[in-house]
C-alpha cells in the first residue's frame, strides 16, 4: 500500500513542496533508479537505493489506516546509498554530482561513508564511487581501491578530474541501461584480471 | 550531524510522539540493533537495517541549516530491512515478531520481500527469515531455501511453529551479542556443509 502524497493547497511562505519522484529520470539519482530497474527487470543484478533516513518526532493519525509524519528530520547516512549482489558478489557505492569542472571536493562524501567502502573492501565487496561532473557531462566510477591510493598519498580537500581520468572509469551514456556502470565493474572484477581501462 | 529531536510541548490529541530510539535494546528491532552494532564493532560482518522509507510532502526551511518535514508517508518498503557483507558473502534478511504461539501470519512479510529474498537466493546471496515468538521468548531463523520449500507445498497463510522447529534454527538467547544469528549462519554455510543443527 503506497499513501498518495497530499501538496497543500495554500503552502507557507517557508515551506517547500519535496519531490521524492520529481527528478526520476533527471540528474545522476534519477539515472541511477533507471539503471538499477533494468538490472533488476532484466535478473542481472539486485541492487538499489537506500532509503533516506529520517528521525519521526511527531505522526499524526487523522484514520485508523493512514499514519501521516508532522515533524521529522534528516540524519546523516552511516552508510553509502547504494548496495546490492551482482554475479554473487556484495557490492556497495556512493553516487555524487559536482558542477565542479576540475575537481570533485570530498566535502561531499560523509567520512564514515569513506570507513564505510574501506571496510567493505576488506571485507571481499566491491566499493567504488560514482561521480558525476554535471558541467562536464562526464560521469566516472572511482574503485574504493584508488580512492584509499589517493587518500593516503593527499592531503588534498578535493580529488582532481585529472585523478578521475587516469585512475578511474569512465561510464558511457546510453539509452538503456542509462548509467551502465556494470559494464565497467565487468572489466575490472569480472573479466579475469583484464583490467581493460574504457579510456575518454 | 545528527539535528536533534525536538518533542512538542503540547501535543494535538491525535498525535503520538514516534520513538525512534524509544525501544533500542528492546524487542527483536532492537536486539538486532545491539547484535550488527557488535559485529561491526568487532569488524565480524557488516550489516545495516535499512531506514525506513518515507514519502515527504512538505518540508519548512526555519533557518538555513535546518530541516524540517512537515508532512511524510510511510511507504511499503520494496526490499527487506536488513542487509550486509559477511565473510565476503552477501547477506540479506527481514525479522519480524509475534505474538502468535503456534504458528507465524505470512501476512506479516510483504510478498515482494519474499519475492526479493528468493531472488537474492537465486543470485548467490544468503537469505533469511528471523522470526521471533514472543509469547514463547524463542527466535528462530529459516533459510529462503527452507521458505520457499513450505511456499510450495503449502497453501497455508501461516507458518506453524513445528516447521520452524523442524527446518529452522533457533537463536540462542545471549549477552553480547545478543541474537548471534551469525552462528547460525556459520552452522550452515560456512562448516563445510556440516550443517549441524541447533536443537532446542
Redesign the interface.
Given at each position: 500500500?503506497?499513501?498518495?502524497?497530499?501538496?497543500?493547497i495554500g503552502?507557507?511562505k517557508?515551506?517547500?513542496?519535496?519531490n521524492?519522484y520529481g527528478n526520476r529520470g533527471m540528474g545522476l539519482e534519477g539515472d541511477l533508479e533507471i539503471t538499477n530497474n533494468y538490472y533488476l527487470q532484466t535478473?542481472q543484478?539486485?541492487i538499489?537505493k537506500?532509503?533516506?533516513?529520517?528521525?519521526?518526532?511527531?505522526?499524526?493519525?487523522?484514520s485508523r489506516l493512514e499514519?501521516?509524519?508532522?515533524?521529522?528530520?534528516?540524519?546523516?547516512?552511516?552508510?553509502t546509498d547504494y548496495?546490492?549482489?551482482?554475479?554473487?558478489?556484495?557490492l556497495?557505492f556512493e553516487a555524487k554530482e559536482t558542477t565542479h569542472k576540475t575537481s570533485f571536493p570530498l566535502s561531499n562524501i560523509h567520512n564514515h561513508q569513506i570507513n564505510?567502502l574501506k571496510?567493505?573492501f576488506h571485507?571481499?565487496?566491491i566499493g567504488f564511487i560514482i561521480v558525476r561532473f554535471t558541467t562536464l557531462n562526464q560521469t566516472y566510477l572511482l574503485t574504493v581501491e584508488k580512492l584509499i591510493k589517493f587518500l593516503k598519498n593527499n592531503n588534498r580537500k578535493s580529488i582532481p578530474l585529472d585523478y578521475f581520468k587516469e585512475n578511474g572509469y569512465i561510464i558511457k551514456d546510453k539509452y538503456n541501461p542509462r548509467v551502465d556502470y556494470l559494464e565497467v565493474i565487468d572489466n575490472i572484477y569480472f573479466n579475469g584480471g583484464n583490467n581493460e581501462k574504457n579510456k575518454t
Amino acid at each position: 500500500m503506497v499513501l498518495n502524497m497530499k501538496y497543500p493547497i495554500g503552502a507557507k511562505k517557508s515551506t517547500k513542496k519535496y519531490n521524492n519522484y520529481g527528478n526520476r529520470g533527471m540528474g545522476l539519482e534519477g539515472d541511477l533508479e533507471i539503471t538499477n530497474n533494468y538490472y533488476l527487470q532484466t535478473d542481472q543484478a539486485i541492487i538499489h537505493k537506500k532509503p533516506t533516513p529520517i528521525t519521526i518526532a511527531k505522526v499524526d493519525y487523522p484514520s485508523r489506516l493512514e499514519a501521516v509524519i508532522k515533524e521529522g528530520y534528516f540524519r546523516t547516512p552511516s552508510t553509502t546509498d547504494y548496495n546490492g549482489i551482482y554475479k554473487g558478489k556484495y557490492l556497495d557505492f556512493e553516487a555524487k554530482e559536482t558542477t565542479h569542472k576540475t575537481s570533485f571536493p570530498l566535502s561531499n562524501i560523509h567520512n564514515h561513508q569513506i570507513n564505510h567502502l574501506k571496510a567493505i573492501f576488506h571485507h571481499g565487496g566491491i566499493g567504488f564511487i560514482i561521480v558525476r561532473f554535471t558541467t562536464l557531462n562526464q560521469t566516472y566510477l572511482l574503485t574504493v581501491e584508488k580512492l584509499i591510493k589517493f587518500l593516503k598519498n593527499n592531503n588534498r580537500k578535493s580529488i582532481p578530474l585529472d585523478y578521475f581520468k587516469e585512475n578511474g572509469y569512465i561510464i558511457k551514456d546510453k539509452y538503456n541501461p542509462r548509467v551502465d556502470y556494470l559494464e565497467v565493474i565487468d572489466n575490472i572484477y569480472f573479466n579475469g584480471g583484464n583490467n581493460e581501462k574504457n579510456k575518454t
